[in-house]
């Protein structure tokens, strides 16, 4: 059974930084990616960040671009480093991950994972 346990949510001020976490189990495709995806309140799920099984390649929405950064460990476990935030940035955060083979669909569309965590809150105040 696959598990993604998020962590490291919370509240920053304006510029402040954070760190999420995203620890798997259970988890054992090798292949395809793994994603951070957010959701505002009243708004869609947004993918924000991505990157493939083995780290070769990731993939950033252009608002968070230059200031949030995905990494991958061993362990296949995912991080999201996030910097210079703002109030746009508020959102429930949400670790996903691909369990099967989907081509020739965006690494930031949520249609390509199969597996999510129950997410974490980010706050941000201006």
């Known amino acids: 059974q696959v598990q993604l346990v998020e962590s490291g949510g919370g509240s920053v001020q304006a510029g402040e930084s954070l760190r999420l976490s995203c620890a798997t189990s259970?988890?054992?495709?090798?292949?395809?990616?793994m994603a951070w995806f957010r959701q505002g309140q009243g708004k869609e799920r947004e993918g924000v960040a991505a990157i493939s099984n083995g780290g070769s390649g990731t993939y950033y929405a252009d608002s968070v671009k230059g200031r949030f950064t995905i990494s991958q460990d061993n362990a296949k476990n995912i991080y999201l480093q996030m910097s210079n935030m703002g109030p746009e940035d508020t959102a429930m955060y949400y670790c996903?991950?691909?369990?099967?083979?989907?081509?020739?669909?965006?690494?930031?569309?949520?249609?390509?994972?199969?597996?999510w965590g129950q997410g974490t809150q980010v706050t941000v105040s201006s």
């Open positions: 996903a991950a691909q369990g099967a083979p989907v081509p020739q669909m965006s690494t930031l569309s949520k249609w390509r994972y199969k597996y």
């Open positions: 259970g988890y054992t495709y090798k292949s395809g990616y």
